[in-house]
């Protein structure tokens, strides 16, 4: 196991790009502290690290969608990992399976797996 | 086309995911400030902001290894994108294909593809 003093944390913290294991659809983005990376491991459940509301944050905690880490790999400069999950619903708090839902033309291709309203 | 002075720069930058057209394998992450995005836009070959060289930085200048821009997909808080590429080479600077070669055990499961001390 590397050992997670050694990676590259900037501000405490490092990138986590979150990747669908079957789909291979890349879902969301998010930041990790070292707490965060560890409960994950520990858990086998994604754990983010919330910026704005400055904690530790269970993904899914309120909507049930959880995020089942089947396997994590590392950048060459240590400074982001790459997690692969089996996402239950969806990433994207808008609804959406993944939060990259849109084309630089500002046009809709993502798949609505929920209505918001009805899980927040 | 999405305005490109709604998206949500931190510091002027925004990040880049970086995945594979075909393969889907999530290959790279950089930041892009909006000259950057611009030109990638422009020209349909990856250009970066290289934070460390503090330029703007077209990926595979040197190497050769470019990265022919298929789409770019934004997320929904507007501050990542999403670019699906056809990579020329390798986009690691260890000669991997991808920069997430390795797992969290620091083993190799990544695909080299070319020698860093003949390219560089």
Chains 1, 2 share one sequence.
């Not at 998010?30 to 704005?52: D, F, I, P, Q």
């Not at 959406?96 to 630089?104: A, E, I, K, P």
């Amino acid at each position: 196991m590397i050992d997670f003093g050694t990676l590259k944390y900037e501000n405490d913290l490092i990138l986590a790009i979150v990747q669908d294991r079957v789909s291979k659809e890349v879902i969301m983005c998010a930041y990790m502290n070292r707490e965060a990376l560890e409960k994950t491991v520990e858990t086998g459940v994604a754990h983010y690290w919330s910026r704005s509301r400055q904690k530790l944050w269970k993904k899914g905690e309120t909507s049930g969608h959880v995020q089942k880490v089947e396997e994590i790999r590392i950048d060459c400069d240590m400074d982001s990992v790459l997690l692969l999950v089996d996402q239950i619903g969806g990433a994207c708090h808008m609804g959406y399976r993944s939060c990259f839902y849109r084309n630089l033309e500002g046009k809709i291709i993502g798949e609505k797996v929920f209505e918001p309203d009805e899980v927040y």
